[in-house]
């Protein structure tokens, strides 16, 4: 396979990726100097925190399973149909238990105001599941261009919200965030159904079959996700109970930086999982290590600035867009650049995952990061605060990537040598690139 086979497409899920980081930094940015500490306490828990894990969980459930079988697959109505109803439920079912959770919510966490904002959940829910589902879609036929043209239209309405914001002097709280966001998604939603409508197809003929298979790959999905939720978003809720709103706030600043790992596990993802599903449909095992190994050399090497970036210049980067503010993060960004030497091994070997149909081996090794994760967190956390939780997620990942390479090595047998020669394919690329550029 040439290093050049996906770079159109790739040109597309990087623009994508990459206004997602450029938003998100931008949107928190303002956030962290103009909202209240507790208000923006309540966006980080609500919105960031407990949406965004429901959201992944629903997703992984059935949309991540719809996806995969609608590429390619000459039956796609029947698994969007069978995605769109697995959703659907899945997403009812977990607001219900959220709404149910809200008379005691505020006492557990000791800030007065949050149970009110969760019911906010359905309104989230309502304003992004038909945008979410079209890009799924646009995933599955590699139509990544009108999910780059519709996450922009999200952005561009959502900052200019902000901006007038600001420009008014409007005394803005968690729950005007919370508006701003879902009406940008609604209006998003109108720009996925103009481009997507014709690739909407909802049929009732469902085979018992098909059901099976999408509900077997969603619950291993999402068992997967919940591991996710140990580092994404159950840390912020065990910092609010041992410690203060303050301390989840510094390390969500501190986390705006690591959305660069986010992001680019995401590009590498969207890339990899289609077509390592359609090399292991045709059984052609040489070109997946091939894959693997030109996908761990060039993520390694296209990280390698942020993790210089991230360990020697975090006092800077602070300096620059927070001022004096939150500088206790700072030690958390050093924390976290070590990530970098993480994020290609795990984002690949997730991808190889979901992509041979191995999401029980998948499942096995996050159990044991969530064991590893908890243990860290209640070690950790109680003395050292954000911290703690920072130490607590990358003394588990590492533990859990050195399984991943374990287990990856034994299935498709790549060898570190091959990973490093993968460097002369990348010198070829831009050699070649070059060249013709001049001509």
């Not at 997946?288 to 030109?294: A, G, W, Y």
């Not at 003394?395 to 374990?406: N, Q």
Request: glycine letters at 4%.
């Amino acid at each position: 396979m040439k290093f050049s086979a996906h770079i159109d497409k790739s040109i597309w899920l990087t623009l994508d990726r990459g206004l997602f980081a450029l938003y998100g930094l931008l949107f928190n940015l303002i956030l962290i100097r103009h909202l209240p500490t507790a208000e923006y306490t309540y966006y980080v828990l609500v919105y960031q925190s407990l949406f965004m894990f429901l959201v992944a969980l629903c997703s992984s459930f059935a949309l991540q399973p719809m996806m995969k079988y609608a590429a390619g697959n000459k039956d796609v109505a029947s698994f969007i149909s069978i995605g769109i109803i697995m959703y659907s439920l899945a997403a009812l079912l977990l607001t219900i238990m959220c709404l149910a959770s809200t008379p005691w919510i505020d006492q557990w966490f000791k800030l007065d105001g949050l149970g009110k904002r969760v019911w906010y959940i359905p309104w989230f829910f309502l304003a992004f599941s038909l945008r979410l589902i079209f890009q799924y879609i646009f995933q599955s036929t590699y139509r990544l261009k009108e999910i780059f043209l519709t996450n922009l239209v999200f952005s561009v309405i959502s900052l200019s919200w902000l901006f007038l914001w600001i420009f008014v002097s409007y005394e803005y709280n968690a729950e005007d965030v919370f508006m701003n966001i879902g009406l940008s998604s609604i209006v998003a939603t109108i720009v996925s159904v103009v481009y997507g409508w014709n690739t909407f197809k909802f049929s009732l003929r469902q085979s018992v079959d098909q059901w099976r298979q999408m509900l077997s790959f969603g619950t291993y999905g999402t068992a997967n996700t919940s591991s996710f939720f140990i580092f994404g978003y159950l840390d912020n809720y065990l910092i609010a109970f041992f410690s203060t709103p303050f301390q989840v706030n510094i390390y969500n600043v501190a986390r705006i930086f690591y959305r660069v790992f986010d992001v680019f596990a995401q590009i590498v993802q969207g890339l990899l999982i289609p077509t390592v599903s359609k090399l292991h449909t045709q059984l052609d095992y040489i070109t997946l290590r091939q894959v693997f190994e030109k996908a761990v050399c060039f993520s390694s090497i296209a990280l390698l600035p942020v993790f210089f970036i991230y360990l020697f210049f975090a006092d800077v980067l602070f300096g620059i867009m927070f001022g004096l503010k939150y500088q206790e993060g700072i030690s958390i960004l050093y924390i976290f650049s070590f990530h970098a030497l993480i994020v290609p091994w795990t984002s690949v070997a997730g991808s190889y995952y979901v992509g041979i149909d191995k999401m029980k081996i998948a499942l096995m090794i996050n159990s044991a990061y969530i064991g590893l994760s908890l243990l860290f967190y209640f070690i950790l956390i109680p003395s050292y605060q954000a911290k703690g939780a920072a130490l607590a997620v990358l003394f588990s990942t590492i533990v859990a990537t050195f399984i991943h390479v374990v287990v990856i090595h034994k299935l498709i047998r790549f060898s570190f040598l091959g990973i490093i020669s993968r460097i002369h394919d990348i010198l070829n690329f831009c050699k070649t690139t070059i060249l013709n550029i001049k001509t």
